[in-house]
């Protein structure tokens, strides 16, 4: 693609000004239209997909266009977010409660098929609509997004994330101290449980630390590990509450499902990558060859570009529309839609990325 206003920047990719407003991440809504729509059209789930279509969409149809479409190298040159663009995060917050209560509202006069159908559409799109847009609000510096942000990991039960991700993961990213980098030939399967476990006992760790720092209570109100954990369990309590006992179990389900997606991508993003360990003991700088990177148009539309990791990984803070593609970072063969479905296929994996990985040096 290229535009009137772009540019060529000195890593080569196209650069156009932020000056309007990018009407592709508007396709992240379809994620709370599609499914509510399905139901509406085919309560059954067998003609137009009914409570299955989220599931549908995310990992079959998003895949199958993103690979259709093809590569996206269009990134913003000027400082300035369009205003929209800036807000479509934070709109991600009542959207995903419009589909988290909607689904529990619904979930009474689901049939066994499509109980499943709901918890496994419901938590896919929760690794999207919540845990992605949080991803994106909890590394910017205004308070009212950050604390967006910690909301809609309440909504799928991982506060912790917002702890770890930040002040730990950025840190170890690609050493073998932090549990959200596979290792070389480690299954997805193995994966999953560790980095988990990891980001909650490492969060725990983090927090602890910050307020024995500061002379507080560990087990007190100032504690955030606690207080994301307690409204997660508010929450729940919540629908239990309203809608019953088989809806708070469908939404610990969807909440399962919703984690497990974004560890998938975990494990997609950083698989085998290592910084070298320096003589002194400290690890080399994070560099553009720590982070798996996909330059895909649908999927980075879907994902507020989080496919362009390794600059996500050198900025931080940077706005998604901000984000450039690196070409001095490892590509992964297909963008990260597919290779979440290949991921679940470890022979196949393996056959994809370890000679990948092995020209990575």
């Known amino acids: 693609m290229s535009d009137a206003n772009g540019a060529t920047t000195p890593n080569g990719t196209k650069a156009t000004a932020a000056s309007a407003f990018r009407w592709r991440y508007l396709l992240v809504f379809l994620l709370v239209a599609g499914p509510i ?3 509406m059209l085919d309560p059954t789930g067998f003609l137009a997909g ?35 663009n800036r807000l479509l995060p934070l709109l991600c917050l009542p959207a995903w409660y419009l589909l988290l ?116 209570q560990v087990w007190g109100p100032r504690n955030e590990w606690l207080r994301l954990a307690a409204a997660s369990a508010g929450l729940a309590l919540l629908i239990g509450g309203v809608f019953g006992a088989t809806a708070l179990a469908l939404f610990l389900a969807a909440s399962v499902v919703a ?32 982070s798996w990177n996909a330059n895909t148009g649908v999927v980075n539309a879907f994902l507020f570009n989080l496919q362009r990791h390794a600059d996500h990984h050198a900025h931080a803070g940077r706005d998604y529309l901000h984000l450039r593609s690196l070409p001095q970072a490892p590509t992964l063969p297909l963008g990260y839609g597919a290779m979440v479905l290949v991921a679940l296929l470890p022979p196949l994996w393996r056959r994809l990325m370890d000679a990948r990985l092995a020209r990575t040096g």
Not at 51 to 62: A, F, N, P, Q, T
Not at 266 to 279: A, I, M, S
Request: hydrophobic share 45%; proline share 5%; charged share 20%.
């Open 37 to 39: 729509a399905s139901w």
């Open 50 to 84: 009914g409570s299955w279509m989220g599931l549908v969409m995310i990992h079959l149809l998003v895949p199958a266009l993103d690979a259709l479409a093809g590569e996206d190298d269009e990134v913003p040159l000027n400082g300035r977010t369009p205003l929209m």
């Open 101 to 216: 209560f909607w689904a529990m509202a619904l979930e009474s006069r689901a049939s066994a098929w499509g109980w499943w159908g709901l918890a496994l559409s419901l938590g896919a799109s929760g690794g999207i609509l919540a845990i992605n847009a949080a991803h994106e609000l909890i590394h910017r510096p205004g308070r009212v997004e950050r604390t967006a942000g910690a909301m809609l990991l309440v909504g799928v039960c991982y506060g912790a994330f917002k702890i770890e991700h930040v002040r730990g993961h950025h840190l170890r990213v690609a050493t073998p101290l932090d549990s959200a980098s596979a290792r070389r030939g480690e299954s997805v399967y193995a994966f999953i449980p560790r980095s988990v476990l990891g980001t909650l006992r490492h969060a725990w760790t983090l927090e602890r630390n910050r307020l024995v720092a500061a002379g507080e």
């Open 259 to 290: 984690v497990v997606e974004l560890e998938i991508i975990n494990y997609v993003e950083h698989y085998g990558l290592q910084r070298l360990q320096l003589p002194d003991g400290r690890f080399e700088p994070v560099t553009p060859a720590h």
